[in-house]
């Protein structure tokens, strides 16, 4: 009886990611639908992302979550791959300002 009462309110469940706005970060119309190397590029530049590409990584992340189980497999991966080339950005960009730093 326990997993019958469970199973109901799961999916009556609101999403959290449903109920977020945002104004920090203004990305270019369509830029979710392009190449892994046009994302990670559009999302690293200080045009949309003014606080670094820190700000982008958490953007795409939410995109991705948002989508959930609307994205095809494909356009996942591609997301996917998009966060490694960002990730990648944003360890240089540590690397890179520790080197000034000392």
Known sequence: MKNAKHAKTSKTKKRW????????????SGLFTKSADAIARGLA???VSPKGP???MRMLTYF??????NLSATRRTELERAKKLLSKKIQ?????????AA
């Open 45 to 47: 530049s200080k045009r």
């Open 64 to 69: 991705i979550n948002r989508g959930g189980k």
């Open 17 to 28: 990611v449903a109920g977020v706005t945002t104004d920090s970060t203004h990305p270019q």
């Open 92 to 100: 240089a960009q540590k690397k890179s300002s520790a080197r000034k």
């Open 54 to 56: 820190a700000s982008g």
